[in-house]
């Protein structure tokens, strides 16, 4: 049998593996339905992606998927949001320990915040290069 579509063989075999280790980790600590209908749906994603993986059409079938221009395009404005979506969540979760370890004089509440200024900042920078950087490219 033949891999067509590595990146496909590689996520499904990966969903395999955390199916397994979740049904272990169900059976050490005890039965729980959750538990298990995580680790079925797991395993029947990665079954599949790693069934898609051999087959030559369906392996073609997502590779033009991948390269079409209009799930390019959603996928580039998904990313671009969650990344904005992320920063503001950062930003107000930042504030809000700031003002709560302010106001309860926690020293725990203020490093909270402190470190999610710190991942504000970062990805503050890291826009600001990227941004520079494609500018320059292009």
């Keep these: 049998m033949k ?15 955390l199916g397994v280790l979740n049904f272990l980790a169900c059976f050490s600590t005890g039965f729980d339905v959750s538990g298990m ?15 898609r993986s051999f087959s030559r059409n369906m392996s073609r079938e997502d590779k033009l998927d991948e390269l079409d221009e209009r799930n390019r395009l959603i996928d ?15 930003f107000g979760l930042m504030l809000l320990f700031l003002v709560m370890g302010k106001m309860s004089g926690e020293i ?6 402190v470190g999610l200024a710190f991942a504000y900042a970062v990805s503050m920078f890291t826009e600001i290069f990227t941004y520079l950087y494609y500018e320059k490219r292009n």
């Design 3 to 17: 891999i067509y579509n590595k990146k496909k063989f590689g996520s499904g075999f990966i969903c395999i593996v």
């Design 37 to 51: 209908v995580i680790t079925l749906a797991l395993l029947f994603i990665g079954g599949g992606s790693v069934m």
């Design 76 to 90: 580039l404005k998904t990313k671009s949001r969650a990344f904005r979506l992320t920063q503001a969540i950062c």
């Design 108 to 113: 725990l509440l203020i490093s909270a915040g």
